[in-house]
């Protein structure tokens, strides 16, 4: 068995091809197109007591897993990938990767799980932080301390879609010796590479858009040097032991293959739902960076290749309006999560619950791969006046 070891830098094909590339395998046993799933979780040595594959137990290393982080290097220009259990899980290993006293900037808007994880377990472990609006440079950089150690970014934003400058905040916290954490979960590697903009670290949740299909939990961070960070990382990663089953390596792998058609289509359906969302008398506002009157039109041209397949529309009137169109209609269903290939809608505020900071008449929506001309239908019924 031997991975398909493809140079990791500089991205010397495009994203489509690396993704069909990076996730293929050649098999010496069986000459098998598609990657064979290892369930063994443990690996024999040979007579000389060497191990011959380099793989010794699964927690440490699996041929499903290697592939997968292989894979993930490869697509967003990074020198190494560890892939985890869950996006929190990755989240999760850079926090451990802190001393007590050190201090984290986290958006203002962000997945709901990040500053949790930062205020409900690790202010007992001594790290603290602040919440920033990350969009404006100038904030970070009047929020960064002598005890900062990570600005935390995560652009588009959750569920806000603010954008913040990748090239802009990485070479401010480069010069003020602070590491740039990206959650590139929302714009996939085929949309936005961080590293390539200066970040030091790309997290995902795998369980979006690189999985894509609603059927698999995983995360990953990827580093852009294969220096004391991501050394330390794949300490916590291995000796706390927060992987992805080989099985669960092998469907997001296979997810890979199909990313760069999805998401494209993904957000071209998007674009039109935004556009027909923003002209419609009963929505206030859409949140959405293909917009040209939205805040961050133009920095998301510069840095994305396409605004992406996430948007937010704060319905006229409120909660009880917003939660009546979420309701009425029949093609998207009303479910958390994301980056699937179905259509989903979802009233952030009730799923986040009383310490909510989502606008009450705010509905967050995954755009999936319906036709974009049914989906805007389902929406013109679902608003018509009661
Ligand atoms: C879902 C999500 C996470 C958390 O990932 P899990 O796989 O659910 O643990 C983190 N960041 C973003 C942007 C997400 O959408």
């Given at each position: 068995m031997i991975l398909k070891n493809l140079p990791q830098r500089p991205l010397f094909m495009r994203p489509e091809t690396i993704a069909i590339q990076s996730t293929r395998f050649t098999d010496t046993?069986?000459?098998?197109?598609v990657a064979p799933l290892y369930l063994s979780t443990t690996f024999e040595r040979n007579e000389e007591y060497e191990l011959p594959h380099g793989f010794l137990y699964t927690r440490a290393h699996n041929p499903n897993r290697q592939q997968l982080e292989s894979a993930l290097a490869t697509l967003e220009g990074g020198a190494l990938a560890l892939a985890f259990s869950s996006g929190q899980a990755a989240t999760m290993t850079v926090f451990q990767c802190l001393q007590p006293g050190d201090h984290v900037i986290v958006p203002d808007?962000?997945?709901?799980g990040t500053p949790l994880l930062l205020q409900d377990l690790f202010s007992r472990w001594g790290l603290h932080f602040s919440r920033v609006d990350t969009s404006q440079a100038e904030a970070i950089s009047q929020a960064?301390?002598?005890?900062?150690?990570v600005v935390w970014l995560e652009?588009?934003?959750?569920?806000?879609?603010k954008v913040a400058d990748l090239e802009v905040v990485a070479r401010l916290c480069r010069e003020r010796g602070v590491l740039t954490v990206c959650d590139n979960t929302w714009a996939t590697p085929i949309l936005q590479r961080p590293l390539l903009l200066g970040c030091d670290v790309v997290m995902h949740s795998t369980t979006k858009y690189l999985g894509g299909h609603s059927d698999v939990l995983g995360g990953a961070l990827v580093f852009r040097e294969d220096g004391p960070l991501a050394q330390r990382a794949r300490m916590v990663q291995t000796l706390g032991g927060a992987v992805p089953s080989p099985f669960d390596s092998w469907m997001i792998s296979r997810g890979i293959k199909t990313l760069a058609v999805r998401v494209r289509q993904q957000s071209a359906n998007a674009q039109q739902l935004a556009e027909f969302l923003a002209a419609h008398?009963?929505?206030?506002r859409v949140h959405y960076p293909g917009l040209p009157s939205d805040p961050g039109y133009a920095v998301a041209r510069r840095q994305m290749e396409l605004p992406g397949g996430m948007l937010s529309v704060r319905v006229a009137g409120g909660a009880v309006e917003a939660l009546r169109l979420a309701g009425r209609?029949?093609?998207?269903?009303?479910?958390t999560s994301l980056g699937g290939v179905e259509s989903l809608i979802e009233h952030r505020a009730s799923a986040e619950g009383p310490t909510s900071q989502s606008p009450p008449n705010l509905l967050r929506v995954s755009v999936g791969l319906e036709h974009a001309e049914d989906l805007i239908a389902d929406l013109a019924q679902a608003l018509e006046p009661a």
């Open positions: 046993n069986a000459a098998s197109v808007d962000a997945y709901y960064i301390r002598p005890e900062t150690k652009t588009p934003s959750n569920p806000l879609l008398p009963a929505i206030e209609l029949r093609l998207f269903a009303r479910a």
